[in-house]
Nanobody, 121 residues
Framework: QVQLVESGGGLVQPGGSLRLSCAASGSIFTIYTMGWYRQAPGKQRELAATSTSSGRTNYADSVKGRFTISRDNAKNMVYLQMNSLKPEDTAVYYC???????????????WGQGTQVTVSS
């Protein structure tokens, strides 16, 4: 009913930058919180950053001051600008959205398929 498609991952050197994008489509009435989570090899998925529909943001301590989340509510998109990247930022980054859908007239949580970010020299 709702699809989340991420883009923008890749290989970058330490200290570099990347911008991730996530587009939500489908049976969307409204989107509440959108966010980015990440999962490194052998580790649990963890929060990177979230943004409410009103623009209130929340960041993991490990990315504060380096990552910036933003949204375009008219386009149902969320972005993650990642600066000063470190090798420990290497992970699969997943888009997440809390959506009220037209089809079900109910609220549900959705995940994208993930995009790989590798920080290495």
């Amino acid at each position: 009913q709702v699809q989340l498609v991420e883009s923008g991952g890749g290989l970058v050197q330490p200290g570099g930058s990347l911008r991730l994008s996530c587009a939500a489509s489908g049976s969307i009435f409204t989107i509440y919180t959108m966010g980015w989570y990440r999962q490194a090899p052998g580790k649990q998925r963890e929060l990177a950053a979230t943004s409410t529909s009103s623009g209130r943001t929340n960041y993991a301590d490990s990315v504060k001051g380096r990552f910036t989340i933003s949204r375009d509510n008219a386009k149902n998109m969320v972005y993650l600008q990642m600066n000063s990247l470190k090798p420990e930022d290497t992970a699969v980054y997943y888009c997440n959205a809390d959506v009220f859908t037209i089809a079900t007239m109910n609220r549900a949580n959705y995940w994208g398929q993930g995009t790989q970010v590798t920080v290495s020299s």
